[in-house]
Nanobody, 126 residues
Framework: EVQLVESGGALVQAGGSLRLSCRTSGFSYEHYAVGWFRQAPGKEREGVAC????????YYADSVKGRFTISRDSAENTVTLQMNNLKSEDTADYYCAVDYGGILSSIRDAAQYDNWGQGTQVTVSS
């Protein structure tokens, strides 16, 4: 059974950092890609970053490039989103999701992802 569980969300001041974790089970990063998404109140869910299957190419939304880093640890079955220099506009619920398509060349639309975690809340105070 495929499962994803996010953790690490918190209240943080602008300029600060957070590290979100997505603990996964039931699939291999060798074959499946993982993405991080976020959804702020009243807004659509948007892709933040993704890591492709295989070699693990990474892709980022323009709004987070240079500030966020996605990585994976196959031994720990964890995909991590390191978020630095946080801004108030980063406030949202963050979700990780698995894409059975595997090889990605971009983040792709949320509808393309197959299984989702329950989310973790990030609040950035200005």
């Amino acid at each position: 059974e495929v499962q994803l569980v996010e953790s690490g969300g918190a209240l943080v001041q602008a300029g600060g950092s957070l590290r979100l974790s997505c603990r996964t089970s039931g699939f291999s990063y060798e074959h499946y890609a993982v993405g991080w998404f976020r959804q702020a109140p009243g807004k659509e869910r948007e892709g933040v970053a993704c890591i492709s299957s295989g070699l693990g190419d990474t892709y980022y939304a323009d709004s987070v490039k240079g500030r966020f880093t996605i990585s994976r640890d196959s031994a720990e079955n964890t995909v991590t989103l390191q978020m630095n220099n946080l801004k108030s506009e980063d406030t949202a619920d963050y979700y990780c999701a698995v894409d059975y398509g595997g090889i990605l060349s971009s983040i792709r639309d949320a509808a393309q992802y197959d299984n989702w975690g329950q989310g973790t809340q990030v609040t950035v105070s200005s």
